[in-house]
């Protein structure tokens, strides 16, 4: 699967909006003009079968995107699902611990610093859906530190320097997809 970045070619926010409200049957769950945040979405409305295959326009996915939600049945759960999960941002960790949190952290992770101490990316699973992924692509030289992802299924992965891992959500957690 391609992977898109934020300034790659496809429908806008305002675009995908515009689609949406021409279809008559659809719902939202607020007033589509006015996008709320993911928390106050997930607070507010929490995914159930009141909104399920609603939308919700919201102003800080992945913390700055004004995108489009729907709500979702993944066959385990109810889930506030991103229209588009495409987009990227950079880590400047230089070591220590960074979550990665479903719909706050970009899918796509660049690390951009040189690291001093290890460092690891800890996937959360609050608000994680069936499907959803992350990669995290280590830029660095070979270094005498590592990145490594935690919070999987199984073993830890690490991330090499130059190279990318890329975890996925199923029903029982998240799992190295590599």
Avoid: H, K
């Avoid at 659809?26 to 607070?43: D, E, F, K, R």
């Avoid at 995108?67 to 229209?83: A, E, H, K, L, S």
């Amino acid at each position: 699967m391609a992977e898109q970045s934020q300034n790659s070619p496809g429908l806008s926010a305002a675009e995908v909006l515009a689609l949406i409200v021409a279809n008559a049957s659809t719902a939202y769950v607020a007033n589509p003009s006015t996008p709320m945040t993911v928390a106050n979405l997930i607070a507010n409305f929490p995914p159930s079968v009141t909104y399920l295959n609603q939308y919700a326009r919201v102003s800080d996915l992945y913390g700055s995107v004004d995108d489009i939600m729907r709500c979702r049945w993944d066959g385990t759960n109810y889930r506030w699902v991103p229209q588009r999960d495409s987009f990227a941002g950079t880590s400047a960790a230089t070591g220590g611990t960074v979550n990665v949190l479903p719909l706050v952290t970009p899918p796509v992770i660049r690390m951009t610093a040189t690291l001093i101490g290890n460092v690891q990316y800890s996937a959360q699973t609050a608000n994680a859906y069936i499907g959803q992924r992350f990669s995290i692509v280590n830029n660095a030289v070979i270094s005498l530190f590592t990145a490594t992802i935690t919070g999987l299924i199984g073993s830890n992965l690490t991330v090499l320097g130059g190279g990318t891992q890329t975890i996925v959500y199923g029903p029982t957690g998240w799992y190295a997809a590599n």
